[in-house]
């Protein structure tokens, strides 16, 4: 893991991040805990796009769900009911 503390960033400017950035992520240190991480733009999109794939994949399994008849429909009050939470 790429560390780098903010105070490096003050004195050097983004030249302290460009290169660390070249080995990965670049965890910021204030005040002597990870505050901020830095990502080049390609890895930024790297997760953007897992995550939207995460989220597709979820909505699929939803809707598989749904067709195979493993969702049952009611309100709120009755998932707390069915849960044991019903105050």
């Keep these: 893991m790429n560390t780098l503390p903010a105070q490096e960033i003050k004195r050097r400017g983004?030249?302290?991040v460009d290169s660390l950035i070249e080995t990965g992520d670049v965890h910021i240190i204030k005040n002597n805990q990870p505050q901020y991480v830095v990502l080049s733009e390609?890895?930024?999109q790297e997760l953007?796009?897992?995550q939207d794939e995460a989220h597709e994949a979820r909505v699929l399994?939803?809707?598989q769900d749904v067709k195979a008849g493993r969702v049952t429909r009611g309100t709120a009050l009755d998932l707390m009911r069915e849960l044991g939470l019903e105050g």
Excluded: F, P
Aim: charged letters at 15%; proline letters at 0%.
């Design 14 to 16: 983004i030249s302290a």
């Design 42 to 44: 390609a890895r930024y």
């Design 61 to 63: 399994a939803s809707l």
């Design 48 to 50: 953007i796009e897992a």
